[in-house]
């Protein structure tokens, strides 16, 4: 069984830029979730995606970030503008859905250093 | 806002000794679990542990769960060099969203 594939793996872009990240999830899985982690953080929950409906975007900083899962299956994030400050780890992550969403299956990430 | 806070920040052992790592939280959960993460890579997840469960293996781990005292460890038996690497823990509320500590670095000297 193929992981979660994130493309690009680092990205490294200047202030008020725009970038956005690719995410392939395991075959099947319903849930799709973006995790933002800082240096010497644990990830933080940005989108939660059931199907292609959102289930959960409260941390979400909706006046530059973006995200879309079209048909349901891959998704997109996006920032614009990039701010120093969103120098981190975007992690991608999905699990089957239904009673059977508890774990939940993480790719490589994507570094983004914004200078 | 991260619900685990996980102690101690940093461990480092022999090759063949034990480690403990402790995570506590502050709100109920459905289920408590951790995670493991080699530098610069994604996370693997380790073992679940549910809200009415006290104890769970899984080779040379085990995790226990104290709901009463809203606490959680996970316990490596002779660990090996390749244990070396960051662990979470993450509760799981509502929704099935998983909110993580800042994790415990652990090195493991050979």
């Known amino acids: 069984e193929a992981g979660v594939a994130q493309s690009p793996r680092y990205k490294i872009i200047e202030k008020r830029q725009s970038v956005a990240f690719w995410c392939n999830p395991i075959?099947?899985?319903?849930?799709l979730y973006w995790y933002q982690q800082i240096l010497g953080q644990g990830p933080k929950l940005l989108i939660q995606?059931?199907?292609?409906?959102?289930?959960?975007d409260s941390q979400l900083p909706k006046d530059r970030f973006s995200a879309e899962r079209l048909k349901g299956v891959d998704s997109t994030l996006k920032i614009q503008p990039a701010k120093l400050e969103d120098s981190a780890v975007y992690l991608c992550?999905?699990?089957?859905?239904?009673?059977?969403?508890?774990?939940?299956?993480f790719g490589p990430g994507t570094r983004l250093l914004v200078l | 806002s991260q619900q685990g806070e996980e102690d101690p920040q940093a461990l480092s052992i022999q090759e063949g000794e034990n480690a403990t790592m402790n995570c506590s939280y502050k709100?109920?959960?459905?289920?408590l679990q951790w995670y493991r993460q080699n530098s610069g890579r994604g996370l693997v997840h380790l073992i679940l542990?549910?809200?009415?469960?006290r104890e769970k293996h899984s080779g040379r781990l085990r995790v226990t769960l104290d709901t009463s005292k809203k606490s959680s460890s996970l316990l490596i038996t002779a660990s090996r060099a390749a244990d070396t690497a960051s662990y979470f823990c993450?509760?799981?509320?509502?929704?099935?969203?998983?909110?993580f500590g800042k994790g415990i670095t652990l090195s493991v000297r050979p």
């Open positions: 993450a509760t799981d509320g509502a929704n099935s969203k998983l909110t």
């Open positions: 992550a999905s699990s089957r859905g239904g009673r059977f969403q508890e774990t939940q299956y």
């Open positions: 542990i549910r809200s009415n469960e």
């Open positions: 709100t109920s959960i459905n289920n």
């Open positions: 995606f059931q199907n292609n409906g959102v289930v959960d």
């Open positions: 075959s099947g899985h319903a849930t």
